[in-house]
């Protein structure tokens, strides 16, 4: 299996993409497989996280440039590129609403799709092998891959601007000082440490975690005074959960909140 999951407990699982789907991620081979790993961990009501890496040098290096050439050669360039992004465009939806926490391990290099990949993520924890790079101006290409749209709210418009024009590749270092990568760690403990970010970031309520994911997305499309509405209603939603009855009480009764049954 060149993309495969398994479980680390309390509710975390572990999507690795291997061999090929690490080095060809965004080809009509590998795209498919990867999609269907991660979309059966956000459909999956017992996973309430999931921590991302790849093998090797790489994490997700993009698409299969050898797949282009034979498109270009037959003349379905365009066909090639919309069935990939008919598929990796709704994947990146669901992970940036999803109430699932995902974590990106990045072992290696992440580059167009696979950049976008890990920028959807909602951290992203680095070894010092881990590396950024847009690599679409190379080959001709306009960015794809939601990565003109989340790179610039992590590190700022013009700093993305440069990145993109100037097809820059960031070390782990270099990307987490702009904030494109949380934090970097040794590669030893590269997994245990998107893990423990997993475990903490979703011992939440369900409702909270949604919720929380949804007006962080939201929040620069709306004027303030939408946005305060918006948060009234998710506010007076979650008032209504088994989640605030149990936080109000270990609360008053100066316990540790258990919402381990709300995932």
């Given at each position: 299996?060149?993309?495969s999951f398994s479980d680390m407990g309390h509710g975390v699982r572990l999507v690795r993409f291997s061999g090929q789907s690490a080095t060809q991620s965004f080809s009509r081979a590998f795209l498919p497989e990867i999609a269907k790993a991660i979309n059966s961990?956000?459909?999956?009501?017992?996973?309430?996280?999931?921590?991302?890496?790849?093998?090797?040098?790489?994490?997700?290096?993009?698409?299969?440039?050898?797949?282009?050439?034979?498109?270009?050669?037959?003349?379905?360039?365009?066909?090639?590129i919309r069935e990939l992004t008919d598929i990796l465009h709704p994947l990146l939806i669901k992970m940036r609403t999803s109430k699932t926490i995902i974590v990106a391990a990045l072992n290696g290099a992440s580059a167009g799709g696979g950049l976008g990949l890990a920028l959807a993520c909602d951290a992203r924890v680095a070894s010092s092998q881990g590396r950024m790079a847009a690599s679409y101006s190379g080959i001709g290409l306009s960015p794809d891959g939601g990565t003109t749209w989340l790179?610039?709210?992590?590190?700022?418009?013009?700093?993305?601007?440069?990145?993109?024009?100037?097809?820059?590749?960031?070390?782990?270092?270099?990307?987490?000082?702009?904030?494109?990568?949380?934090?970097?760690?040794?590669?030893?403990?590269?997994?245990?440490?998107?893990?423990?970010?997993?475990?903490?970031?979703?011992?939440?309520?369900?409702?909270?975690?949604?919720?929380?994911?949804?007006?962080?997305?939201?929040?620069?499309?709306?004027?303030?005074?939408?946005?305060?509405?918006?948060?009234?209603?998710?506010?007076?939603?979650?008032?209504?959960?088994?989640?605030?009855?149990?936080?109000?009480?270990?609360f008053l009764n100066k316990r540790k909140p258990d919402f381990s049954n709300d995932r």
């Open positions: 299996m060149s993309v961990g956000l459909s999956d009501s017992e996973v309430k996280a999931m921590v991302l890496t790849g093998e090797g040098k790489f994490f997700s290096a993009g698409a299969d440039i050898s797949a282009f050439q034979k498109s270009i050669d037959d003349g379905d360039s365009v066909e090639l790179l610039p709210r992590l590190v700022g418009e013009q700093v993305a601007r440069k990145f993109f024009f100037e097809n820059q590749i960031w070390s782990a270092d270099e990307a987490c000082k702009l904030g494109a990568i949380d934090e970097v760690v040794s590669e030893e403990s590269l997994i245990d440490r998107a893990i423990e970010i997993a475990n903490n970031w979703s011992q939440w309520g369900s409702h909270t975690k949604e919720a929380t994911k949804h007006l962080l997305l939201t929040q620069n499309v709306n004027d303030f005074e939408t946005h305060l509405k918006h948060e009234q209603t998710l506010i007076e939603a979650a008032g209504t959960t088994a989640a605030f009855a149990e936080g109000v009480d270990a």
